[in-house]
């Protein structure tokens, strides 16, 4: 793997920023090799507009904490697939129906995925 440390630093807080928002199957290729526009990809999925946005802002606000600022944030209007821009990392957080749509980890399959190592909040019993 060639990411720098800083930069799993910064994609697994992103990581836990959207498990903390209860986003669905949260997951980080290194695509490092095969793209020279970025090192890392993560990827997190919700089941409706409203859940996407949440996570979108819970993750750009754990990130503003640390310092780190997108440099483009595009989607936000649908919030159906939305991109957070770092530069050395992409944070992609889709809809359920566009993820299963465009399949993003069957096109990445050959870079190799980015333990995470992130709490998964324990579901209320509202939910």
């Not at 920023?17 to 999925?45: C, G, M, P, R």
């Not at 310092?67 to 944070?91: A, S, T």
Request: aromatic share 6%.
């Amino acid at each position: 793997m060639t990411v720098p440390d800083p930069v799993l630093s910064n994609v697994r807080v992103a990581a836990q920023a959207a498990a903390d928002k209860l986003a669905d199957n949260v997951v980080a290729f290194d695509v490092s090799e095969q793209l020279t526009i970025t090192d890392v990809f993560l990827i997190a999925s919700a089941g409706n507009e409203r859940q996407v946005g949440a996570i979108v802002d819970g993750v750009e606000e754990a990130l503003l904490k640390i310092k780190v600022k997108p440099v483009r944030r595009e989607g936000d209007r649908e919030n159906r697939w939305v991109l957070l821009d770092y530069i050395d990392f992409v944070v992609h957080v889709q809809h359920t129906e566009e993820r299963t749509l465009y399949s993003l980890e069957r096109l990445w399959k050959d870079c190799p995925e980015i333990p995470l190592d992130i709490d998964a909040p324990e579901p209320s019993d509202d939910e």
